[in-house]
């Protein structure tokens, strides 16, 4: 599996279609995912799946330069519904993993749990069976042997109940080629939607800086747990980057959290979900240190989709490039 900071092919998406997610905030998270996409395609190009009674209106609302592809899907965060892929530089597979929904959190999702295979063979890529659910926003490599996960969600009864922590470290070890399974114990407090993906709490800026969340307020239950977080992540040999500011909102009257950490690296960038929080242009700046080749841009978008449950990290899934 290579890193997400590994040259990439496009960038793929989903645009929102389950109506109970977001309720009356669908407009707003059309707007924020055509945003993105947009956002997205002055780096590298960029697909956009939707079922065909939306395609007229995606196309029109994303733009000319992203492809607008129709298929059929239940929701919109590709990041975990579509394909992990794995590659040796010259030829790509797509891993397709059981979906599901989170723990049959949200129904129907039988479109969603066979998108991955839909897409692939709309592609004509080769692809591999996984009898394991797995999301890929509950996952982060370096691409050079480690896998970094967490406790939180991937031992939750809710996905492999049949299955050992030893013997998921296992099958990612084989499934995705790396030898390392570093297992933080917490995802995000109020990550409830996805369980605690990784996503929201760490990323990799290169083979060996892993940035992490961080949360500088004492009274929130994430300053104790990102700091659990943190020292394993040092104690496991990596450089830590954390981003100390932890923003919270509150949305059609629901508090959410919109970590920075949900930020997806493009050829040549980083899109980083933004709130309006006071730390938005110290934390923008912070990651420009961190990605110095790389143009970093703040997207506001952070609020709706978090009210969603998620952020820009949660709805793009990366396709790698590869030597032809």
């Not at 793929?12 to 997610?21: D, K, L």
């Not at 998921?168 to 995705?176: H, P």
């Amino acid at each position: 599996m290579p890193a997400e900071f590994a040259e990439h092919e496009r960038t793929v998406m989903c645009w929102p279609t389950r109506e109970g997610v977001y309720e009356d905030r669908m407009g707003d998270a059309r707007r924020a995912h055509a945003s993105v996409a947009r956002t997205i395609s002055g780096f590298e190009p960029v697909t956009m799946i939707v079922n065909e009674n939306e395609a007229e209106n995606a196309a029109t609302m994303c733009g000319k330069n992203v492809e607008v592809v129709m298929l059929p899907i239940d929701d919109s965060w590709f990041r975990d519904t579509g394909p992990i892929y794995v590659s040796d530089g010259k030829r790509r597979e797509g891993t397709c993993w059981q979906f599901n929904s989170w723990g049959e959190k949200y129904l129907p999702y039988d479109k969603d749990a066979k998108i991955a295979e839909t897409w692939l063979r709309f592609r004509g890529e080769p692809m591999r069976r996984v009898s394991m659910v797995l999301e890929g926003g509950s996952i982060t490599t370096n691409g050079a042997g480690a896998i970094v996960t967490t406790e939180q969600c991937l031992l939750n009864k809710n996905r492999n109940p049949q299955l050992s922590r030893d013997e998921i470290a296992t099958r990612l070890r084989s499934e995705l080629g790396h030898d390392r399974i570093v297992w933080l114990p917490h995802g995000l407090h109020l990550d409830e939607g996805t369980d605690g993906h990784v996503d929201n709490v760490a990323a990799f800026a290169n083979e060996t800086v892993l940035v992490m969340q961080g949360c500088d307020d004492t009274n929130e239950p994430d300053h104790r747990r990102m700091a659990v977080n943190r020292r394993i992540a040092q104690d496991a040999g990596f450089t830590v980057r954390e981003i100390p500011a932890l923003p919270f909102a509150t949305v059609g009257g629901r508090r959410v959290v919109v970590p920075y950490t949900n930020f997806y690296i493009v050829n040549g960038g980083v899109i980083v979900p933004v709130c309006g929080h006071a730390a938005d242009d110290d934390v923008i700046a912070l990651i420009a240190e961190w990605f110095p080749n790389r143009e970093v841009v703040g997207l506001d978008v952070g609020e709706v989709l978090a009210y969603g449950g998620g952020g820009i990290h949660c709805i793009t899934q990366q396709v790698p490039a590869v030597r032809r």
